[in-house]
């Protein structure tokens, strides 16, 4: 008779409430699956797959303690090392992809806590920027406003500058200012006449008034996504490393001292430039891999950076470069 009555109470149970009943059982009572699976009658893979759910619909949020990644002895290195207000260094994942999420997840669970009511977030782009965009926990924050820091290119990746600003300011919760205009255009003459229109001229005086920028450091590579975004061509890219490019911040070269290397693209490009980033009240700088320590070394060297979120590997990297 128990039993019957077990299963017509569980048969109740169904489509989305089971769902919801396994997940709190696994992780606010601490069951396992098995234990979850002989509760609910149903198969141990049954219980997985409701859990697997649960995190896809967004029933379940996990998050990590931002103090334990940026309280640990190589973050703290680098925050010394580099003089940086704070680090942020992840575990290193299976693989340079694995890793690279990683380190973007962990941005994403750190950001929130370094915003606050009134600031202006400058947002960059890239394949980075974007993937800590979309790993980003929908919240609310009061009063603050994302402006795209660099113009709007076809590239042939997901990430586009739009994108990048648009999805981050969604997942906070707060006001989007997109660039409504081309990265880069043929003739210096056309950007000028495009940055004097009065819309585009209000978005990039918005720039003006970022006091917090997200951002990531580009490498020089002939792959890199400067050139296969169409920002750059690799003509250019052999002018800019001929004259001491080590690295690119929002589309802009700089060499090892981190300063902006005027070049044949500068009259060409809408976006913000350097001097805009630098002294800000946070730069928060995302980046991992091999080839991107001498980037991020230049982009601190030019008082860009405030903090930074990588991964041990490449934090180990700037340690023994810097």
């Not at 005027?262 to 730069?283: C, E, S, W, Y």
Request: proline residues 3%; charged residues 20%.
């Amino acid at each position: 008779m128990a039993v019957m009555t077990r299963r017509r109470n569980t048969a109740q149970v169904s489509g989305e409430s089971i769902v919801i009943e396994a997940a709190w059982m696994y992780y606010h009572d601490g069951l396992n699956q098995a234990e979850i699976a002989k509760r609910l009658e149903v198969s141990r893979a049954t219980v997985v797959n409701y859990l697997q759910e649960a995190r896809e619909k967004g029933y379940i949020r996990i998050s990590l303690a931002p103090e334990v990644f940026s309280g640990h002895q190589l973050a703290e290195d680098l925050r010394e090392r580099f003089g940086l207000q704070a680090a942020f260094v992840v575990p290193n994942g299976n693989s340079a992809e694995g890793t690279l999420l990683r380190v973007a997840r962990g941005a994403a669970e750190w950001l929130p806590s370094l915003l606050g009511a009134g600031d202006r977030l400058g947002v960059a782009w890239g394949r980075t920027v974007y993937e800590v965009a979309e790993a980003l926990d929908q919240t609310r924050l009061k009063d603050v406003t994302v402006s795209q820091l660099v113009g709007s290119m076809a590239t042939p990746y997901g990430f586009t500058a739009e994108i990048c600003s648009a999805h981050m300011a969604q997942n906070l919760g707060a006001k989007c200012i997109n660039l409504h205009a081309p990265a880069v255009l043929s003739d210096p003459a056309l950007a000028q006449r495009l940055r004097d229109e009065p819309i585009i001229h209000s978005q990039l005086e918005a720039l003006s008034h970022c006091n917090k920028a997200i951002f990531a450091a580009g490498s020089i590579d002939p792959d890199s996504h400067i050139v296969g975004s169409g920002v750059a061509t690799a003509e250019d890219l052999a002018w800019y490393v001929a004259h001491g490019a080590t690295g690119v911040l929002c589309g802009r070269f700089i060499n090892a001292l981190g300063e902006a290397i005027a070049g044949p693209l500068d009259d060409r490009m809408i976006g913000v430039t350097l001097d805009k980033l630098q002294g800000l009240d946070m730069g928060l700088l995302v980046s991992d891999g091999v080839d991107k320590v001498v980037p991020m070394l230049a982009a601190i060297a030019g008082g860009y950076v405030t903090h930074v979120v990588t991964s041990a590997e490449t934090a180990r990297g700037m340690l023994a470069a810097g």
